[in-house]
């Protein structure tokens, strides 16, 4: 999917969520997101963010988590969360 909006939803263990162009308003907890294109990404709470440079433009995608992330991971080598 692409260019997806979502608004005032509740998800349910999202991990390596949003690869693509989205707006997203989320009222629970994201387990983590990944190489987001661009957009917006606002949630309750999200645990860990990874961006890898060299595939998406870091720049382009807005993340917004009400309580700190967790953790943020700057490249991702593998296709492994976190790593």
């Known amino acids: ?9 509740i998800v349910n263990q999202t991990s ?9 308003t989320i009222n629970s907890k994201i387990t983590s997101i990944k190489n987001s294109i ?3 990404i606002k949630a309750k709470k999200i645990e860990t ?8 433009d870091p720049k382009a995608t807005k993340i917004i988590s009400i309580e700190p992330v967790d953790r943020e991971v ?4 593998q296709n492994q969360e976190g790593e």
């Open 1 to 9: 999917m692409d260019h997806v909006s979502l608004e005032n939803c």
């Open 16 to 24: 390596l969520a949003f690869e693509n162009n989205i707006n997203a």
């Open 38 to 40: 661009s957009g917006i």
């Open 49 to 56: 963010v990874i961006i890898d440079p060299s595939k998406v």
């Open 74 to 77: 700057s490249v991702s080598d």
